[in-house]
């Protein structure tokens, strides 16, 4: 499924990845469109980080990547970003609010944070359903608490586009729901293109406009109804034929 975008969207074609003379990434085409929540679905070792990262321009890669945003095919888009994972010490002072106070400041936050900061922190932590744990300790949050506060950190400021790596892989089923309706909300009240790729192929899918099956390169494409009606599914994951029914029927 193509929508046709003129708003906002990013293209890709040709893209590949080599680590040293090992192919990660060969021949990825794909269009990306705003309002677009797309999961990327694929075994371990696929390729759904790299891919991420070659979008974020940390790493060389062959063929194009073209962004238009916001009509302007120059203009380098702005990029929100919650990585996989990411290493935080348990013991550490810092707070919910020094987090979204230096991600609103874009400084650091040691000498205090000014009334109208946490005012305007806490007005983005409401967006998340995460007001109140705007005086926690990072180290006192669940997976589900903590995804969600990296997810405020990656939309301010509003970008344009939304990368999300494996964001549900610590949060606990009653977490799951809350962050794919955030998501999900988020796309379509600020415009935005939204890539997460997910292990999660039963929970993402009644959030997603569709979905690609990524295993070095695309494999299948489509919404998730039409690419869990494709046997490269099953193979890929070597799901058994009850496993892909019970997909089809979320």
């Given at each position: 499924?193509q929508?046709?975008?003129?708003?906002?969207?990013?293209?890709i074609?040709g893209?590949g990845v080599?680590?040293?003379?090992?192919?990660?990434?060969e021949?990825?085409?794909?269009?990306?469109?705003?309002k677009?929540?797309?999961?990327?679905?694929?075994?371990?070792?696929a390729?759904?980080t790299?891919?991420l990262?070659?979008i974020?321009?940390?790493?060389?890669?062959?063929?194009?990547i073209?962004?238009?945003?916001?009509?302007s095919?120059k203009k380098k888009p702005a990029?929100?970003?919650?990585?996989?994972?990411l290493?935080?010490?348990?013991?550490?002072?810092?707070?919910v609010?020094?987090?979204?106070a230096?991600?609103?400041?874009?400084c650091?936050?040691?000498?205090?944070v000014k009334?109208s900061?946490?005012?305007?922190?806490?007005?983005v932590?409401t967006k998340?359903s995460?007001?109140?744990?705007?005086?926690?300790?990072?180290g006192?949050l669940?997976?589900g608490?903590l995804q969600?506060?990296f997810?405020?950190m990656?939309?301010?400021?509003v970008?344009?586009?939304?990368?999300?790596?494996?964001p549900?892989?610590a949060?606990?089923?009653?977490?799951?729901?809350?962050?794919?309706d955030?998501?999900?909300?988020?796309k379509?009240?600020?415009?935005?293109s939204?890539i997460?790729?997910?292990?999660?192929?039963?929970?993402?899918?009644?959030?997603?406009?569709?979905?690609v099956?990524?295993?070095?390169?695309i494999?299948?494409?489509g919404?998730?109804?039409?690419?869990?009606?494709?046997?490269?599914?099953l193979?890929?994951f070597?799901?058994?034929l009850?496993?892909?029914s019970?997909l089809k029927?979320d």
């Open positions: 499924m929508n046709t975008c003129t708003h906002c969207c990013t293209k074609e893209l080599k680590f040293a003379d090992r192919a990660v990434l021949e990825v085409n794909l269009h990306l469109n705003c677009e929540l797309l999961a990327l679905i694929g075994p371990n070792g390729g759904k790299t891919l990262r070659a974020l321009g940390e790493i060389p890669y062959s063929g194009e073209n962004f238009l945003v916001r009509s095919p990029i929100g970003y919650v990585p996989q994972k290493s935080l010490d348990a013991d550490s002072p810092i707070s609010l020094d987090l979204i230096a991600a609103i400041k874009r650091p936050v040691w000498l205090g009334r900061v946490r005012e305007e922190a806490k007005a932590l998340f995460a007001e109140h744990l705007m005086y926690r300790r990072i006192e669940s997976g608490e969600r506060v997810l405020a990656a939309m301010t400021p970008p344009d586009i939304l990368l999300l790596d494996e549900v892989s949060v606990d089923v009653q977490g799951l729901s809350l962050f794919y955030i998501v999900s909300r988020l379509q009240e600020y415009d935005i939204v997460m790729a997910t292990h999660d192929l039963a929970g993402i899918a009644p959030h997603a406009d569709r979905m099956l990524l295993n070095r390169t494999v299948a494409e919404t998730p109804r039409e690419v869990f009606a494709n046997n490269k599914l193979e890929t070597q799901l058994s009850w496993n892909i019970s029927n």
